[in-house]
């Protein structure tokens, strides 16, 4: 089993900043990618940022040059620091991993619980 934990989320105003944190733990071989989606009332979930093993990066147009996606190999951590935030990134934010389990190698895909950002006017 995997456990994500995630933390940085809150209420910000527009132009501010904020920083994710998503930490994974358990029974894991390897990570690959870790990523960023969030969920805006009466939308669905939506890609934000994904980073590889070896730190190739996939971003979502609508945060290109914002937001940028980093991870701590060593820590099983990945996070998203979030710049010039605007109102429409208003959503909630979930971590999702995929990666192998470390005894069976077998695949999975584990999301963390979210975290609600907030961005004001």
């Known amino acids: 089993q995997v456990q994500l934990v995630e933390s940085g989320g809150g209420l910000v105003q527009a132009g501010g900043s904020l920083r994710l944190s998503c930490v994974a733990s358990?029974?894991?071989?390897?990570?690959?990618?870790m990523g960023w989606y969030r969920q805006a009332p009466g939308k669905q979930r939506e890609l934000v940022a994904t980073i590889t093993s070896v730190a190739n990066t996939n971003y979502a147009d609508s945060v290109k040059g914002r937001f940028t996606i980093s991870r701590d190999n060593a820590k099983n951590t990945v996070y998203l620091q979030m710049n010039s935030l605007k109102p429409e990134d208003t959503a909630v934010y979930y971590c999702?991993?995929?990666?192998?389990?470390?005894?069976?190698?077998?695949?999975?895909?584990?999301w963390g619980q979210g975290t609600q950002v907030t961005v004001s006017t």
């Open positions: 358990g029974n894991i071989f390897s990570l690959d990618p």
């Open positions: 999702n991993v995929k990666g192998l389990y470390k005894y069976s190698r077998l695949p999975f895909n584990a």
